[in-house]
């Protein structure tokens, strides 16, 4: 599966690299990144992230480039599941929030909090582990996982340990002075241990009422989610045409394959790219045409046709009637006034 991370995960790195004298202009070249595809609400292909904070760390010389670009990165980077678990009751509710709905910024890794004879493990495990480097992505996990729990808890809270999959760094001193705790590696998993007193702790500022309409705003997202490859391929789909380009070419670099590649998985699932596109187009064309009062050109540039002439033929072949008519015939079953066009 082609998994997908919020573009928002990227937060901070291009300061991150200009801090260490790096180009970043051309490690994002080097991985296949565009500026426009760094909009926080956007999302980016998890292998390509991985590959990213990699060449980063190489390009800039930093081992732990993932762990520097932690210190930039918070509840500001989860959206709505960030501020859901800021108002969660306590510790343990807000790290149970943020394992269940961890895949709502992060398809292709996992969180989980488990608790022994008093002792809670908050694990990160990356799903590609094994097929591409992750060291990078398990450092900044670390660093960002600290970052919650002390801007929940208190800025000078440190957990009993910290353990890393990977062999001791050359240098020791960014870990020691980030974590405060004794460090373990050459683990199993990352994992960040402390006493499940904790999770007892209650978050002073949390607000029931809130919590529970941003669980409903979550919910409510689950069922827009891409959690297939055709779910996936139409949410790029849906994000290129805002940005002026929704080729095939475009959607494929987002999920860091080829085009004949995407091509191919899509046939194995039964469609294909320009079915798809059909669909999110004509998808988003209806709800235009039912709930604004703009115009059709307006619209068909919107959708990315070349011209308005272009989007009407293809609506009346999608449709059997033209854009116009239909907005009309939905106008006259619902008692409103056409707008002018």
Sequence with gaps: MNYLVRAASLKGIRETIDSLGGDADGIFRHAGAKEEDLDPESWFSYHRFLLLLEHAAQETKCPHFGLLLSSRQGFN?????????????????????????????????????????????????????????????????????????????????????????HAPPAELQPYRRTFDCPLVFNTDSLQMIFSEDLLKRPLNNANPHLHKLLEEHLSRLRDDYPNDYRGQVRHLIHQALTTGDCSIERVASHLAVGK?????????????????????????????????????????????????????????????????DWRKQFESDHGRESPPQ
């Design 260 to 324: 004949r590649t995407l091509q191919r998985q899509l046939k194995d699932h039964g469609t294909s790219y320009k079915n798809l596109l059909a669909e999110v187009r004509f998808d988003i064309a209806k709800r235009y045409l039912r709930e604004s009062s703009g115009s059709l050109t307006a619209l068909a540039d919107m959708l990315c046709y070349s011209d308005l002439s272009t989007f009407s033929t293809a609506f009346r072949q999608h449709q059997g009637v033209s854009a116009r």
């Design 77 to 165: 980077i989860l959206g709505p599941v960030g501020f859901v678990i800021q108002q969660a009751p306590d510790i343990r509710s807000a790290l149970r929030e943020l394992t269940v709905h961890f895949i709502h910024h992060n398809q292709g890794a996992d969180v989980e909090l488990r608790v022994e004879r008093g002792i809670a493990q908050w694990r990160f495990s990356c799903k590609l582990q094994g097929r591409v480097p992750v060291r990078q992505q398990e450092d900044l996990a670390a660093g960002i996982g600290l970052n919650l729990v002390r801007l929940l808890v208190s800025p000078d809270w440190s957990p009993d340990a910290v353990y890393f999959p």
